[in-house]
């Protein structure tokens, strides 16, 4: 009974614990957590977000250029980011996805988006999860032009994670359609984390090749991709 008041105390005073280290918190973290939360450098790449030095179009992105046109991400893929993440994509942490579209927010302009899309499930994994983890980051996007039905899985694949990176590119391909014309729109979309961006890099394909004059990622974290 003892723990159960002081945790009632705790919570009318400060609003709850913190997730990530349980302690008293205003929000769903306290102010050192959200602190400690893993910014990434200014200078990045503006295509695909990873670090440039002189915040110029990288070499990566010069040699092989991606079909996507720009990358916007909130944090690095690191801890305690990666805990957030993977709280809300396989545990059902939901309320998470408030907290990760908010500070994915603070770093996006949709004046000029026409419409936003987050990276479809497979029908089998959306049973089997019961949501999609990047829509609820979208729905948080507000007032973006939420689009849930404007790319669909044309076919279910492995797990992006449980590949090799040089096998991502081949594991996705074909694998979503659209499913109206985009001509001449510009559109978002919408992701937890990106990686080597394979997943990314083919919808934006696909979305393109229905007339999309421009496409963005807007993702939570990023992490370098290996050679």
Known sequence: MRNYLGELLLTRL????????????????????????PRLAPMRCPRCALESPRGEVCGRCLSETPNYDATVAALAYEFPADALVHALKFRGELALAGLLGNLLSQKISNDEIDCVIPVPLSAARLRERGYNHAAEIARQLRPAKLDLALCERSRDTPPQMDLPYA????????????????????????????????????????????????VSNWVVARTFPQP
């Open 14 to 37: 400060f609003g709850g614990k913190c997730f990530l280290c349980r302690g008293a918190a205003p929000a769903l973290l306290c102010p050192a957590c959200e602190a400690d939360l």
């Open 167 to 214: 096998e991502r590119r081949r594991n996705v391909r074909g694998a979503f359609r659209c499913t109206r014309s985009l001509a001449g729109q510009s559109v978002a979309v919408v992701d937890d984390v990106m990686t080597t961006g394979a997943t990314l890099n083919e919808i934006a394909l696909v979305l393109k090749q229905a007339g999309a004059a421009r």
